[in-house]
């Protein structure tokens, strides 16, 4: 067998049937190959390279960075997922895990993938409480390599923990990208999750965090540049549990050249979560008229005393706008790469890491280069 069909990306309520957005069907590459991430650590984090290891008690804090280190109880496996269960179809994948102790840490895990190549990654993250964790994570290839990288990210933050995850997709145009993401969140613990995805032809996105402790955060912000026929299909979901909980969820993104995108925001109250806050807001630039664009925000309430808001604003480019830009020299083309890269860097000014922000800018200006 070389294809697995999966249903992804699952909308928590199915409230579209008519238009068949609640969920979206793909036939992806059985994963083959292996793709060992480069891992660089700094601070009080430490990489399990021996997953089965228990070693009760004992303080991962101190230990060398490629040691053994202790993993909790936490059931990793059952913890869900933005895409949802049908990626278990992919198997085992290559499997690490970063714990995070007291203090400031930070962990770059990058993941370079050859022509060809057909790869499933899996990153457990595990933040102790108190503790502050930043991870960079990085998906490239060369501009004319094709394959499948599946990556799955999934996050403990114990009480009063701090995670940042940095995730940068610059794969070349004919790769199918699978990109997972699940958190549990304790009493006080934040979760900010920030995403670039910029390559690939097929993106399947999702992200969903289980807001669990009372004034347990989450702020997730998604930028995307859609051209040349890509498919990028996304799925957010914030669970409140606990009282006084809050998210923040931001989607903002250029489409043009045939490009497709489907954007699912779910937040959902549950029972118990009273004074919680929720917001989403989308911001989609169309540049032609051959794209399409499919936004579901969606709110579900099981408590009276919340506050949710969601919102989307879609349109093409100001005509007024583009009629100064161009009066001040600049060429048609000129100005519309102007907006589009506004988009992009408006995100890169959260990544707070130069290199990082220096990959993306020597992509897009690939990217303008060659007319893609």
Not at 211 to 222: H, K, M, P, R, V
Request: net charge negative.
């Amino acid at each position: 067998m070389d294809k697995i069909e999966m249903i992804v990306n699952q909308l928590p309520a199915p409230t579209w049937n008519r238009l068949r957005m609640n969920e979206s069907r793909v036939a992806v590459a059985v994963p083959k190959d292996e793709c060992e991430p480069r891992v660089a650590l700094q601070g009080s984090v430490c990489l399990n390279k021996q997953q089965s290891a228990r070693i009760p008690g004992k303080n991962c804090c101190g230990c060398e960075q490629m040691a053994t280190c202790p993993v909790s109880g936490i059931d990793f496996p059952a913890m869900p997922t933005g895409m949802g269960e049908a990626m278990t179809q992919l198997g085992e994948g290559k499997r690490i895990h970063l714990v995070a102790d007291a203090g400031k840490s930070t962990a770059a895990v990058t993941l370079r993938y050859a022509d060809g190549q057909k790869c499933y990654n899996r990153l457990e993250i595990e933040a102790k409480p108190g503790s502050e964790l930043t991870v960079f994570m990085t998906y490239i290839s060369t501009a004319s390599a094709k394959g499948m990288a599946a990556v799955q990210t999934k996050i403990a933050a114990a009480k009063d923990a701090k995670v940042k995850l940095v995730q940068v997709q610059l794969l070349g145009r004919d790769f199918v990208h699978l990109n997972d993401v699940g958190s549990d969140l304790a009493a006080g613990a934040s979760f900010e999750a920030l995403q670039l995805q910029l390559g690939g032809t097929q993106i399947y996105n999702g992200v969903r965090t289980e807001l669990t402790g009372e004034g347990a955060n989450f702020d997730a912000a998604i930028a995307y540049y859609g051209r040349h026929g890509q498919r990028i299909d996304m799925n957010f979901v914030a669970n409140h549990h606990g009282k006084k909980t809050t998210c923040n969820m931001t989607a903002d993104g250029v489409l043009q050249q045939g490009a497709f995108k489907l954007y699912r925001g779910t937040i959902d109250f549950k029972n118990g979560s009273a004074g919680a806050l929720g917001d989403e807001k989308e911001t989609v630039l169309l540049l032609s008229d051959d794209v399409v664009n499919q936004s579901i925000p969606l709110i579900l309430c099981s408590e009276e005393d919340v506050q949710g808001n969601h919102g989307a604003s879609i349109g093409k480019l100001d005509e007024d706008l583009l009629f100064y830009m161009m009066s001040r020299g600049f060429s048609e083309s000129d100005a519309i790469d102007m907006m589009a890269k506004a988009k992009i860097e408006g995100l890169c000014r959260r990544i707070e890491d130069e290199e990082t922000v220096q990959l993306v800018e020597r992509y897009l200006e690939g990217v303008i280069a060659d007319g893609e």
